[in-house]
């Protein structure tokens, strides 16, 4: 599992390295928050107990530091007493918190706080470990049980919020099975073995877990989507390659026969499909976010290995299950091969012709030859509707709250949020200061001017906090007049202190604290505030020789959200371009090009309408719809496209051709576009709502992928078919004509 920002943002770039080098990991902590809430949390067996959390806590291997109201009032104690202990007298305590505590660790009377400062680049198996250390010294630190006690914090929700993204993935997939199975068993039923593809695709995603684990490719909160997607379609391949086998078997072909025929003609038609699913993916690979990257490099391993599942171990056991039911070893099962007698073959034999249509095939038929015989009126509506969805679609809103991603009864998730409410936000810009000298005092008033100017200027800039707040309070108030004596009040400072602020002499941590701005302002607010600072720096610079950096967690994710977003369009532009040159290369025919991309441009179109007049809203997930549908659509079409011309091959008309084609691979084409429907819908039931957003959205995108199939595929490719074949004989006659005139021309100059 990985949820760090090297998941968001990639680590070659700029943004990454001012956030990673020059924050996290010079400055960047994380804290672990205990919160006691109750009627008195100054009460002394409260403190007492804070005590001992903190003495336990304090022992904790890779703890940094640990601030407690309890050490707050020891020290003082100490001073006016000589005795570090928590007094039992009440008085004593109110006059000490009245004095000497921060308001961060007692807020009230009835809300008092510790914090567990861990390093910001500590790993996240490391914050675990600390945080079970944490949960164990609460609980023997035995507070009063009318108390209530939670340990919550940023690390304690990421830990929280991967535990959840590793169960709910579990269940997805589970229940992903579960519904392909009902719809195997209900849709695929002309053939025998009908869940015989769901175990075969459950091999190749085994196959695609063990590939992510030799290239080490991470489960995100994207990634772990890509397992339901791959169930959906890889197990295409196999009900094709399983359709295909049945059908050839019921011709009367020997199994060895079958299989030669199955793989000549399905083999091919699959594998150019998963090539141009694969280019559809690749332009997953234009967006900046490394878990997109990964999402893209997930998808294009999954369909390869289900690709391999499907030729080699599917075929192989439909082969020899074939050969086993001739004999009746599996006829207890309800496997025996289907009119299968004691003559090898002979009476398996099927004329496909002779069995009387069901009603899928009948409305298959029907489809096909109605859309056939009206194909003005049936391009003119898609069209118009794709037009009018490819423009609404720049106006669906884009939802950036990175906190509604994720579900929102999480015990986690609630007692963060609690505490924002208690404490208050503690969001940040951080601003890295560069510089020559960090003891010049003009810098340093340079420093005190600019946190003056912003948070009395700047309405969500809340606070400031830097290393000039300590050296006034040493100083009486004010800053030094010589680089001398801000040294000396330099050395005078803990470790802890300096390392808060500064990194040797060249380095200088600004802190503006901005609250709750993430909630209150959503990432556009957040990014329009970091503007507005980086503008205050211009026309009030920091002296000659310094330079500012502004970094901080809140920048990343502005930046994350803006290149998931921003990059959509392009995207989904790309992946038709790679698409369309694809199956140009690999046919070298512009119609057979052409047709399948033409028919998901129109998917496309008609899903930006349906999520602006529904309401829907794009996440970072549903950012790469646009490749999903090109990926998912164009192969339904390349495998109506590949039996279309195979039956005008054998000397089918355009229309019986068409005809022929939606019922013999219709049939497959619905059982595989079912099941790819079924495991998208897998993914409504999970708790993160931009999952469950995803899976609502690629539903409906692969019902009008198949829609669209049946419905505007056949009158595009038998018009265009029908146009090139009598633009063929038109060329054909004139060359004949022209031939023969010329012929007669050298006869007349002869006898003259």
């Known amino acids: 599992m990985a949820s760090g920002t090297d998941t968001f943002v990639d680590k070659n770039s700029k943004l990454y390295q001012d956030y990673d080098h020059l924050y996290l990991n010079l400055f960047g902590t994380e804290s672990i928050v205990m919160m006691v809430e109750g009627s008195d949390v100054t009460d002394p067996e409260i403190l007492k107990a804070f005590d001992r959390a903190y003495t336990s ?126 719809v195997l068993y209900l849709v695929f039923k002309h053939v025998r073995w009908r869940l015989l593809p769901l175990p075969i695709v459950l091999v190749g995603i085994i196959f695609t877990f063990g590939a992510m684990g030799f290239l080490d490719i991470p489960m995100s909160m994207v990634s772990m989507s890509a397992f339901p997607v791959l169930i959906g379609l890889g197990i295409d391949y196999a009900i094709q390659f399983h359709n295909r086998i049945e059908e050839e078997l019921a011709r009367g072909e020997s199994e060895e026969e079958a299989i030669i025929d199955t793989v000549k003609h399905t083999g091919p038609a699959v594998l150019i499909a998963l090539i141009i699913t694969a280019l559809g993916f690749f332009s997953l690979f234009t967006s900046t976010v490394p878990m997109i990257q990964d999402f893209g490099k997930l998808l294009m391993i999954g369909i390869i290995m289900c690709f391999i599942s499907s030729l080699f171990l599917g075929v192989t056991i439909l082969y020899g299950f074939d050969k086993l039911s001739r004999y009746n070893i599996l006829g207890k099962l309800g496997l025996k091969r289907k009119n299968d007698g004691s003559n090898a073959h002979s009476s398996a034999t099927i004329d496909p012709e002779d069995h009387d249509p069901d009603f899928l095939e009948k409305a298959l038929k029907g489809i096909a030859t109605f859309s056939m015989k009206n194909p003005v009126i049936i391009l003119a509506v898609a069209g118009s509707l794709c037009l009018g969805g490819l423009y609404v679609d720049t106006m669906v809103p884009i939802q950036t709250d990175t906190e509604t991603f994720v579900p929102q009864d999480m015990p986690a998730l609630l007692e963060l949020q609690h505490m924002g409410e208690i404490l208050g936000g503690d969001d940040q810009l951080n601003l890295i200061i560069k510089t020559d000298d960090n003891t010049d005092p003009d810098l340093l008033e340079w420093i ?299 006869q007349e100059a002869s006898t003259q």
């Open 57 to 182: 806590i304090s022992n904790i291997p890779s703890v940094v530091d640990v601030t407690s109201p309890s050490t707050v009032i020891k020290q003082a104690n100490y001073q006016m007493t000589g005795r570090s202990k928590i007094p039992d007298d009440a008085a004593t305590i109110d006059a000490i918190i009245d004095s000497s505590m921060p308001s961060s660790l007692i807020t009230d009377d009835t809300h008092a706080t510790m914090y567990v400062v861990v390093e910001g680049t500590a790993s996240d198996s490391t914050k675990e470990e600390i945080l079970r250390e944490v949960e164990i010294s609460v609980r023997q630190a035995n507070f009063p049980a009318d108390y209530n006690v939670i340990v919550t914090g940023d690390p304690a929700f990421s830990i929280a919020m991967n535990e959840e993204m590793n169960t709910s993935m579990g269940l997805l997939l589970l229940l992903s099975v579960l519904l392909m199975v009902v």
């Open 448 to 746: 005190d001017d600019f946190s003056e100017h912003e948070v009395e200027g700047r309405s969500h800039i809340d606070g400031s906090s830097s290393i000039v707040d300590l050296v006034k309070e040493a100083n009486s108030g004010t800053i030094p007049d010589s680089s001398a004596e801000v040294a000396a009040i330099y050395e005078q400072l803990s470790d802890s202190q300096k390392e808060t602020y500064l990194e040797g002499n060249n380095i200088i941590l600004l802190n503006l604290n901005i609250g709750n701005a993430m909630s209150e302002l959503g990432l556009e607010g957040i990014e329009a505030l970091g503007d507005v600072v980086e503008e205050d720096l211009v026309w009030m610079a920091p002296p000659p020789g310094n330079s500012v950096t502004i970094t901080g967690h809140s920048m990343v994710f502005v930046a994350v959200i803006s290149a998931l977003t921003s990059g959509r369009s392009l995207m989904t532009l790309l992946g038709i371009v790679l698409v369309f040159c694809g199956l140009l290369v690999i046919y070298r025919d512009f119609l057979k090009a052409f047709t399948p991309v033409i028919t998901m441009i129109i998917v496309v179109g008609w899903s930006g309408g349906l999520m602006y007049y529904t309401g829907m809203e794009y996440t970072p997930m549903t950012a790469t719809l646009g490749a999903l549908i090109l990926g998912v659509g164009s192969e339904y079409a390349i495998l109506m496209m590949e039996r279309y011309f195979e039956e005008r091959d054998k000397g089918a008309d355009p229309e019986l051709a068409m005809q022929e084609a939606s019922v013999k691979i219709g049939k497959a084409i619905v059982t595989s576009g079912l099941t790819t429907v079924f495991g998208f819908s897998a993914l409504i039931a999970s708790p993160f709502s931009i999952t469950s957003n995803f899976g609502v959205i690629t539903v409906m995108d692969v019902v009008l992928a198949l829609l669209a199939t049946f419905v505007i595929f056949p009158p595009v490719i038998v018009t265009l078919d029908k146009y090139r074949e009598k633009r063929k004989h038109y060329i054909a006659t004139h060359k004949k004509n022209g031939s023969k005139g010329v012929l007669n021309n050298i």
